[in-house]
T-cell receptor, first 115, second 112 residues
Framework: GAVVSQHPSWVICKSGTSVKIECRSL??????MFWYRQFPKQSLMLMAT?????????EQGVEKDKFLINHASLTLSTLTVTSAHPEDSSFYIC???????????FGPGTRLTVL | DQQVKQNSPSLSVQEGRISILNCDYT??????FLWYKKYPAEGPTFLIS?????DKNEDGRFTVFLNKSAKHLSLHIVPSQPGDSAVYFC???????????FGKGTKLTVNP
């Protein structure tokens, strides 16, 4: 149980285009999902907290107009990187919480490369 | 400012021996600590956690020790196996918050 999926697993796009990444909790309902970004040899940096039915809460320094988050249902959150640029190239990982200790279960990640 | 620090970027251990991964934190408000294991191009998977009211938690080959006065925790893997080779992240949270603060990770290599 507690499986989180992400789609796509990797994507290559041209600079200026928008990319949507989906995060799904497959066998449980997640009121809260998180979006992280990881650069090579760096820690996972929390970008935003996504709550079902309400606006996402963004961490300091993360542009909410560039990284659009939608949490339309208890099993799906999407991250859209708008007008992507090469510096947005990174590994994006989502997680969903479950259980009394808010344990986070992570998706497999999405590798975004912007040319 | 890195609130959770893993000062060793890599560690190499012989199969069957003990692996000790270290983590230091600066925020005294942290009261819950977790270790995650991550393979390349995959998301982290939860390994073991410890609450600040404890100083030790054991699960099979994995034991986490917490020294609150030193703001230090460590993960012990005994015996180490080649399949344990991965990047290990230390993470911390506080006040029942769902947010986690991660360290940069330590790459463990267990040699056969």
């Amino acid at each position: 149980g507690a499986v989180v999926s992400q789609h796509p697993s990797w994507v290559i796009c041209k600079s200026g285009t928008s990319v949507k990444i989906e995060c799904r909790s497959l066998d449980f309902q997640a009121t809260t999902m998180f979006w992280y970004r990881q650069f090579p040899k760096q820690s996972l940096m929390l970008m935003a907290t996504s709550n079902e039915g309400s606006k996402a809460t963004y961490e300091q320094g993360v542009e909410k107009d560039k990284f659009l988050i939608n949490h339309a249902s208890l099993t799906l959150s999407t991250l859209t990187v708008t007008s992507a640029h090469p510096e947005d190239s990174s590994f994006y990982i989502c997680s969903a919480t479950l259980g009394p200790y808010n344990e986070q279960f992570f998706g497999p990640g999405t590798r975004l490369t912007v040319l | 400012d890195q609130q959770v620090k893993q000062n060793s970027p890599s560690l190499s251990v012989q199969e069957g021996r003990i692996s000790i991964l270290n983590c230091d934190y600066t925020n005294s408000m942290f009261d819950y600590f977790l270790w995650y294991k991550k393979y390349p191009a995959e998301g982290p998977t939860f390994l073991i956690s410890i609450s600040s009211i404890k100083d030790k938690n054991e699960d099979g080959r994995f034991t986490v020790f917490l020294n609150k006065s030193a703001k230090h925790l460590s993960l012990h893997i005994v015996p180490s196996q080649p399949g344990d080779s991965a990047v290990y992240f230390c993470a911390a949270s506080w006040g029942g918050s769902e947010k986690l603060v991660f360290g940069k990770g330590t790459k463990l290599t267990v040699n056969p």
